[in-house]
């Protein structure tokens, strides 16, 4: 006896035509979408009014390092002026002197009084004190030195000294003449950088002016 058996299910395909456009009639164009326009805002005005602003802070700069470095040279000129050497009056001490240094004797006093001081054994007449065509003090410390004698001696050496006067300390320094070269450095400074600065910015700042308003007139 057989078994019955159903055959499988038959597969079946259909393809469905794809809708078709009808033909454009003839002499028709064909339009396509426009893409959507962009807008972009103006340009920037060039060149930028940062230049101008770095500018002057570029001369404020030079301002501040100029001043500085004036301030420093007097500074360092009245250090380098000071009395290196203290002594008491009625001592007598033993100091290095150069001629290149021009060298100085100082006096710290609160009031009058006469002082005296030898400088060398006094066998060289070439070494002596002579007293300053022009009053010099420098305070240090708040120590006032004031000027008593300049010293001349031949050569750089060991010299004996000595000084006398009630109430007085004594210092041996430089002259303040002798540090001319520190203060005029300081002086170009003080004036070069801030000059400089100055017409580096007022420069710039006419160049951008005129490019600008030469690039206003021509977006008009």
Known sequence: MHEYQ???????????????MPPAPPGATLR??????????PRPIRP???????SWALFAVLLIAGVGGFAGSLFSALGDAAPATVFSAGQSVNVTLDPADRPAIYAAVDQ???????????ADPRVRLSRPAVSQTVTLNGTTWELLFEAAVPEAGVYPL????????FGVGKQLTGAAGLL?????ALLALPTIGFLAALIVTIVVLARRSAARRRRA
């Open 6 to 20: 159903s055959p499988p299910p038959a597969e079946a395909t259909m393809r469905v035509p794809r809708p078709m």
């Open 32 to 41: 396509l979408p426009r893409p959507f326009p962009r807008t972009a805002g």
């Open 48 to 54: 930028r009014l940062v230049w101008v602003l770095l």
């Open 112 to 122: 009058p009084t006469d002082v005296r001081c030898r400088l060398g054994d006094g």
């Open 162 to 169: 000595a000084c006398e006067g009630d109430g007085v300390r």
């Open 184 to 188: 005029a450095g300081g002086a170009v």
